[in-house]
């Protein structure tokens, strides 16, 4: 096994590291075909033979333009086709291309503000060639930023210059996403050993689970990077980070539920492969049923009408397939392999960061050969004739790991008398009370739900830090119109473009309408007066230049009133689109998505649950319970989110992802706890086997959702207010499942049910061992 992981590994691994090469983060291409920006966008394709969008380069003197600085200003813009790509720096890029390589053909107009102390010079960038990766890995649309706001900085001394509009803020969130693999892996790596190490107390065992989830990793960003670059599926940003942390997370998650039952085992077991075979025919249902709950859950992503939504359920599916794989297949070899062969392996596999950042794997060819000698002699081993020159056996295999607390076969398991043991003899002793003040408690936080604003944010607003396309943006605002090169776009019948355009000027907010000529610009700016439209197939397109800031909400909402004003008109067949029309759109296409997907998934786990656990009165409470603390941490969200990190608001798309992660991760916890439990009531009676279970999985599952809380934490470093968002959220919520709902609500109310929450399977009617009192301690270990 571990020598097929080594090819799979080697194989996929190393295309791990060109995956951000692989996204799309064009909006327009994620909306709909129904979408009547997509339309729009389509019928543009008429009007122009290369489709563009635009950046704004943007000087500011605030005392007043020099004639001096017009005259740079002229110059600067006659030869921005001409400019070189170069870094950050002014360095050339070795690609000898120039910014023009990635410009449409129209004419570059400078544009001077009423008030004399700014310049608006508009740059049409090709949708076709901005995506285009260069030899440094950068986006084309990157390059082309960077090398104009490099240029305009060296314009002329004191003139203040920024780069922003669409295209700008787009490079910079390209360059946040493009940076995602090795910033999200390093920490995520990093912060998932440090919790490992505290969990374990060991200077070993921390490292197994952690390299399984690294072939996890590599294997499902080698995979997704294939599917991604064959146009089979569409990744963006968002959804390789939510693939970073996600593998991360569940690998370690699965891997502590197999190593705590494993060491459990090992008490009970002299042969540690008998231990491992038990450990793994008792984890393997809980740990399938909750990958599968998560896939499925993640899966109902594509019903959503957002195509990026729909990239990120399949992406992150593959992730959970490959964290399951590593953990029933990987992880076991790994445990049983002997010491001094392990720490070989973690030698050969040192290079892993620089693999998964593209290095290729040179030692692969020897690596190979000693897993082979190592596999040789392990099976010789188990025969009971270890050859003579395998000196590392001698150190017991299976049990090294858990040095210096090894379990010794026959010795008490310390979790019998644990914190667990206690918790579980209180929930005993007070049920009732404990769920009952648990479930008031969540009601009061669920109730701050109300003031979520969850109705989108724009693209300014779509940072945590400031970066110069968005101080260039509210710059722009104070001299232009803060639509201006951005406009509203109108398409409509040409024998109906007057009226047409007398609706569109009197709807607030709109502070121009123009026709797009043979000779304008995609603006409409550079038309001589009274040029006719351009016509094509009897359509015209009009620009209307909005007052507020494209990206912003009130922009969407002048959309929204520009098209009641445009439909209105009998025979016109006027259709809105433009950059701010698929804002727009996007954020009604998550708020549909949100209202279908949410019950598709509560059905989809509900029936995981009863199947799993052959009952249907207990999977309803579950998910009664999932969905409260869901509510609950929406609640607490929503106070954080206004009253200490002071976002302008959330994306409509954040309550769906909140939701299919938190209650996919939530019913998995609950998995891990009910399917113990079950199979300890068979034995027990269900409320001694209540009491059991929680006593033996409470500190494994803690464990778990402490890891997967501190990975989705992770994208809290990240300058992205809806990853920062997301990540809060479901750390937060994880917690609050783990340590309250699973811990004390469940485990309480269940014990309250009793019997009937096996209903209506055969458990329901085996009678309770009596007297339940004396017996308590009994069911949950010494020390109760």
């Excluded at 901005?130 to 082309?144: C, D």
């Amino acid at each position: 096994m571990l020598i097929v992981w080594f090819g799979m590994f080697g194989g996929l691994g190393s295309l791990a590291g060109k995956l951000s090469q692989a996204q799309k983060n064009d909006n327009a291409s994620f909306l709909p075909t129904s979408a009547e920006s997509t339309e729009v966008n389509t019928l543009e394709a008429k009007f122009s033979e290369s489709q563009s969008f635009p950046a704004f380069i943007l000087f500011v003197r605030p005392s007043g333009l020099t004639a001096a600085d017009k005259q740079q200003i002229t110059t600067f813009t006659a030869g921005i086709p001409s400019e070189p790509l170069t870094d950050e720096n002014g360095k050339p890029l070795a690609d000898g291309k120039t910014v023009g390589d990635f410009l449409t053909n129209e004419s570059i107009v400078a544009v001077p503000s009423t008030d004399g102390r700014a310049v608006l010079i508009p740059v049409s960038i090709s949708t076709k060639t901005s995506g285009e990766i260069l030899e440094n890995g950068q986006t084309a649309l990157v390059a082309s930023v960077q090398t104009m706001r490099y240029a305009a900085q060296h314009v002329a001394p004191g003139l203040k210059s920024y780069v922003t509009g669409p295209g700008g803020i787009l490079a910079d969130l390209f360059k946040v996403f493009g940076s995602l693999d090795t910033t999200l892996f390093a920490i995520t790596g990093a912060v998932v050993a440090l919790i490992l190490i505290l969990v374990y107390r060991s200077p070993l065992l921390w490292f197994i689970p952690l390299l399984s989830a690294v072939f996890a990793l590599s294997v499902a960003s080698g995979i997704v990077y294939l599917l991604a670059k064959n146009n089979v599926l569409t990744l963006n940003g968002q959804s390789q980070g939510i693939l970073t942390v996600l593998v991360f997370g569940a690998a370690t998650d699965y891997a502590l539920l197999l190593v705590a039952r494993y060491r459990e085992e090992l008490h009970k077991q002299a042969d540690h492969f008998q231990a491992i075979r038990k450990a793994w025919r008792g984890v393997v249902e809980p740990i399938v049923a909750s990958a599968g709950t998560v896939c499925l859950g993640l899966l109902c992503l594509l019903f959503s009408q957002l195509n990026s939504n729909k990239s990120t359920g399949p992406v992150a599916a593959i992730g959970i397939v490959c964290a399951l794989a590593a953990t029933l297949t990987l992880l076991p070899a790994l445990l049983v392999l002997p010491s001094v062969a392990f720490f070989l392996l973690a030698f050969l596999v040192g290079l892993v960061p620089l693999l998964v950042l593209g290095v290729p794997f040179l030692l692969g060819p020897w690596a190979l050969l000693l897993l082979v000698a190592f596999a040789y002699a392990g099976i010789s081993r188990r025969r009971g004739s270890a050859p003579a020159w395998a000196f590392w056996m001698r150190w017991p295999a299976g049990r090294w790991a858990f040095w210096p607390r090894v379990p010794r076969y026959g010795a008490e398991d310390e979790k019998l008398s644990g914190l667990y043991a206690r918790i579980a003899g209180m929930i005993g002793r007070h049920a009732r009370v404990t769920w009952v003040a648990v479930t008031l408690i969540l009601l009061v936080a669920a109730f701050f739900v109300t003031t979520l604003k969850a109705n989108g944010i724009s693209q300014s607003d779509a940072f945590t830090s400031r970066p110069d396309s968005v101080i260039g943006q509210q710059i722009l605002a104070q001299h232009f119109p803060a639509g201006a090169g951005n406009p509203a776009v109108i398409v409509a019948r040409a024998d109906h473009a007057q009226a047409v355009v007398s609706a569109a000027k009197r709807v607030p907010g709109v502070v121009g309408v123009v026709p797009l000529t043979a000779t304008s610009g995609s603006s409409g700016a550079g038309a001589a007066p009274n040029t006719p439209p351009k016509v094509v197939d009897g359509l015209v397109q009009l620009n209307a230049t909005l007052a507020d800031p494209a990206d912003s909400l009130a922009a969407q909402n002048t959309v929204k009133a520009l098209r009641s004003a445009v439909h209105a008109i009998s025979g016109a067949d006027a259709k809105v689109g433009g950059f701010t029309a698929i804002n727009y759109d996007t954020q009604q296409a998550s708020k549909r998505d949100r209202n279908v997907i949410i019950p598709i998934v509560l059905a989809v786990i509900l029936l995981i649950l009863m199947l799993l656990l052959r009952a249907v009165v207990g999977p309803v409470l579950l998910v009664l319970t999932v969905v409260l603390s869901f509510a609950a941490t929406l609640g607490v969200c929503a106070l954080f989110f206004n009253h200490i990190f002071h976002f302008a608001g959330a994306d409509s798309s954040f309550p769906l992802f909140a939701f299919v992660f938190l209650v996919a991760f939530g019913v998995d916890y609950n998995i891990f706890l009910m399917t113990r439990v079950r199979e300890e009531s068979k034995a027990l009676g269900t409320r001694r086997g209540i009491l059991r279970g929680l006593t033996v999985t409470g500190g494994v599952i803690t464990s778990a959702g402490i890891v997967l809380a501190a990975t989705f934490s992770v994208l809290g470093t990240l300058p992205l207010v809806f990853l920062a968002e997301l990540g809060f959220a479901v750390a937060f919520g994880v917690l609050l499942d783990t340590l309250v709902v699973r811990t004390l609500l469940v485990p309480a109310l269940t014990y309250d049910v009793g019997r009937p929450v096996w209903w209506p399977s055969r458990l329901a009617r085996v009678a309770e061992p009596s007297p339940l009192k004396d017996s308590l301690s009994a069911a949950v270990g010494p020390g109760s």
